[in-house]
Nanobody, 120 residues
Framework: QVQLVESGGGLVQAGGSLRLSCAAS????????MGWFRQAPGKEREFVAA????????NYADSVKGRFTISRDNAKNTVYLQMNSLKPEDTANYYC?????????????WGQGTQVTVSS
């Protein structure tokens, strides 16, 4: 069982930056690949970024490539999402998630989310 708690959301102007954090419970954090997802009101949840267990591999949604960076610190049981050059369309509730294998499609554990609002 893994519990995930996101933090770092808030209100920011377009062009600004935020760094989201996701703290995981337990001693097996490094056994999980991690992802960030987001869901805006009235829209489906969408993939944002993912990172492998070691941090060696990452991938990103096209909409955030070059602006967002996912990273992890296995010693701190934490995954981060650095978001730069934010746009109003980035406004959403952001969730982190964990899955056992990099190749898995489904994620096994989810956090409660943190709200990001980007004003124009």
């Amino acid at each position: 069982q893994v519990q995930l708690v996101e933090s770092g959301g808030g209100l920011v102007q377009a062009g600004g930056s935020l760094r989201l954090s996701c703290a995981a419970s337990g001693r097996t954090f490094s056994s999980y690949a991690m992802g960030w997802f987001r869901q805006a009101p009235g829209k489906e949840r969408e993939f944002v970024a993912a990172i492998s267990r070691s941090g060696y591999s990452t991938n990103y949604a096209d909409s955030v490539k070059g602006r967002f960076t996912i990273s992890r610190d296995n010693a701190k049981n934490t995954v981060y999402l650095q978001m730069n050059s934010l746009k109003p369309e980035d406004t959403a509730n952001y969730y982190c998630a964990a899955k056992r294998l990099w190749s898995d499609y489904e994620y096994d554990y989810w956090g409660q989310g943190t709200q990001v609002t980007v004003s124009s």
